[in-house]
């Protein structure tokens, strides 16, 4: 079994930027895929980014890369998440996840960190 905690949402003005902060345990961190997923009002759950167990490959979805970037710290069993230039479509609820496959579904969740941006 793998928790997960996600934390660092808030409210934030267009432009600006906010670090989300997932800290996992339970297993071997370096053995997961971890990523990164939003839930909008009224919305389903889209994906946001991935990286690998090394941290050496990442993958974000379209509307996204240029501003965010995700990095893990394996040593830390944190995964991380850096949104600059945000924009009031970035509002939603931030989900951290992790996999023990290379690719697939997520097996584990956490419980989710709000995010807010004004314009």
């Known amino acids: 079994q793998v928790q997960l905690v996600e934390s660092g949402g808030g409210l934030v003005q267009a432009g600006g930027s906010l670090r989300l902060s997932c800290a996992a345990s339970?297993?071997?961190?370096?053995?997961?895929?971890m990523g990164w997923f939003r839930q909008a009002p009224g919305k389903e759950r889209e994906f946001v980014a991935a990286i690998s167990r090394s941290g050496a490959h990442t993958h974000y979805t379209d509307p996204v890369k240029g501003r965010f970037t995700i990095s893990r710290d394996n040593a830390k069993n944190t995964v991380d998440l850096q949104m600059n230039s945000l924009r009031p479509e970035d509002t939603a609820v931030y989900y951290c996840?992790?996999?023990?496959?290379?690719?697939?579904?997520?097996?584990?969740w956490g419980q989710g960190t709000q995010v807010t941006v004004s314009s």
């Open positions: 339970g297993r071997t961190f370096s053995a997961l895929g």
């Open positions: 996840a992790a996999r023990t496959a290379l690719v697939g579904e997520y097996d584990y």
